[in-house]
């Protein structure tokens, strides 16, 4: 029997937003509150993963599990990989990547993520949302995703696809065949294990989306269709949102 364990790499370097595991929102720091709302998935455990030892230390001190990681690494996928290595993860056990710069994730979620595993076939799957509007569909910031009958990924892409050729993309917008990619990923530990070891593709490297190199080297990758959505910071103008976000719910 598979167990589920969920990893939150958690860097304290960054461009845009140096620190940011560490923010407050509402009395708590973001990366709390992403491990506080992972730990209510049901996962066999959850760990975040850090290469920064005062974020190693505000783990512990509320309460949560911590794994101290390389620096080296260049994704999120490599650090679960270490991860994986570390806890000594069985082959078919499941690793589920969490972003750490998204608060509110939803625990059902997570949840989704999982249950596309109960096909023991499944290698890699991730979550995807309906877009409903031209706003998000024509952001070069928000990944698309195609998914063939079987409810995996074709391809991804920063640009608009499937391209509208013979219709307008308002008429197509209510056919729901547009989607936009949530950026969680569970992996198989087996699976994980080999592609943290390929190199950059050459679809990844023109699109700048480290998907596209497991699609490149021929993994299928599972997608759930999910109806919550995610509030991403990944700037300090994306907090000030998160606050009011919280604010209108109070």
Known sequence: ???????IPARFASSRFPGKPLAEIQG????????????KAGLNAVYVATDNMQIYEHVIAFGGQCIMTSAAHESGTDRCNECAALLKLADNDILINIQGDEPFIQPAQITL??????????????????????????????????INKKNEAIYFSRSVIPFPAKNTVEALLK????????????????????????????????ESLEQLRWIENGYSIKTALSQHETIAIDTPQDLEKALAYLSNLS
Request: positive net charge.
């Open 1 to 7: 029997m598979s167990n589920f364990i969920g990893i």
């Open 28 to 39: 708590k720091s973001m990366i709390q509150r992403v491990y506080e709302q992972a730990s």
């Open 175 to 206: 056919s729901n065949i547009y989607f936009k990619h949530i950026g969680i990923y569970a992996y198989r530990v087996k699976v994980l294990k080999v592609i943290a070891s390929l190199a950059p593709s050459q679809l990844e490297l023109t």
């Open 113 to 146: 993520l999982c249950s596309c595993f109960d096909k023991e076939g499944t290698a890699i799957a991730t979550l995807v949302k309906q877009i409903n509007n031209k706003e998000e569909l024509e952001s070069n910031s928000i990944p698309k995703v195609v």
